[in-house]
């Protein structure tokens, strides 16, 4: 989906569009068109639509266009604002050195936010480290406790609350986790 961005003039908007509508036209049948554009109505509202088209040629041989248009405005604002709020939280998470993590029953894939690895010394952006891999990290004295209170998280939906000890892999530092969960 190509957008046109609002810091463009409408003037600007219109000779883009006019460009995208034009190659579109002159490319081969089966060629799809999608875009998002702002409009402004009538009463002066600035709105987003999306634009969706599709060329084909018919059975009689004859080229036909079809489309549709949609007001996409609400979902692009509910999108900033989640956008906001996401950048918000992370600050603040940061701020406290606190990270977040999400682990996915049906797939068994766990999802670490920066912090997590932060944490641990790890480089953010890398694989999440599977259970092995994080349970080296752990200090030898604190890995049974910390894989026995952890496992509950598994098979019931109360909440879970306990600290273990880790040796950080970039430093050597040692460090108190305490770890907060809930199913």
Do not use: C
């Not at 060629?31 to 639509?49: A, C, N, P």
């Not at 609350?161 to 530092?173: H, P, V």
Request: hydrophobic share 40%; net charge negative; no cysteine.
């Amino acid at each position: 989906t190509q957008s046109i961005t609002p810091q463009t003039g409408r003037k600007i908007d219109r000779v883009i569009i006019a460009a995208l509508a034009l190659a579109w036209l002159r490319g081969p049948p089966g060629h799809k068109l999608d875009f998002e554009m702002r409009v402004q109505r009538g009463d002066g509202q600035l709105r987003w639509v999306q634009i969706r088209a599709q060329r084909e040629v018919d059975a009689d041989d004859i080229d036909r266009a079809f489309g549709i248009m949609q007001d996409v405005t609400d979902a692009r604002e509910a999108m900033e604002r989640l956008r906001v709020a996401n950048e918000r939280t992370s600050l603040a998470l940061a701020a406290v050195n606190m990270g977040t993590w999400s682990h996915d029953v049906a797939s068994g894939r766990d999802d670490w936010d920066e912090q997590m690895f932060l944490l641990r010394g790890l480089p953010p952006g890398s694989p999440v480290p599977d259970r092995d891999q994080r349970m080296a990290l752990v200090l030898p004295e604190d890995r049974s406790a910390a894989d026995t209170q952890a496992m509950p998280f598994t098979s019931s939906a109360n909440p879970l609350a306990y600290e273990f000890r880790i040796r950080r892999a970039d430093d050597g530092a040692i460090r108190t986790l305490a770890s907060r969960s809930i199913a």
